[in-house]
Nanobody
Framework: QVQLVESGGGLVQAGGSLTLSCAAS????????RAWFRQAPGKEREFVAA????????YYADSVKGRFTISRDNNKMTVYLHMNNLKAGDTAVYYC???????????????WGQGTQVTVSS
């Protein structure tokens, strides 16, 4: 069973930065596409960013483009979400996910972490 464990969430002021990490439990996971999703209170889970297994391709939701960067270190079996210029609207529980499908096959993500809370105060 592949496990994903997120860390790095917390409380930050608007305009600040945070970096989330998602560590995988198995090396075979380095061949998976990885992504970040988020869910705000009362809203559905939404896509944030995705990255190919090699790290060569990245994809972003329009709402975070230019502010967030997804990256991965396969030696550490970890994916990161670097978040800059945070806004109150970024407040949500952030989940990392993995799939053997292409990065933007959003409905194919079938491995999920437990989530980490990000709260942006205005």
């Amino acid at each position: 069973q592949v496990q994903l464990v997120e860390s790095g969430g917390g409380l930050v002021q608007a305009g600040g930065s945070l970096t989330l990490s998602c560590a995988a439990s198995r090396r075979s996971f380095t061949t998976f596409s990885r992504a970040w999703f988020r869910q705000a209170p009362g809203k559905e889970r939404e896509f944030v960013a995705a990255i190919s297994w090699s790290g060569g391709s990245q994809y972003y939701a329009d709402s975070v483009k230019g502010r967030f960067t997804i990256s991965r270190d396969n030696n550490k079996m970890t994916v990161y979400l670097h978040m800059n210029n945070l806004k109150a609207g970024d407040t949500a529980v952030y989940y990392c996910a993995a799939t053997t499908a292409q990065p933007m096959a959003l409905y194919e993500y079938n491995y999920w972490g437990q989530g980490t809370q990000v709260t942006v105060s205005s």
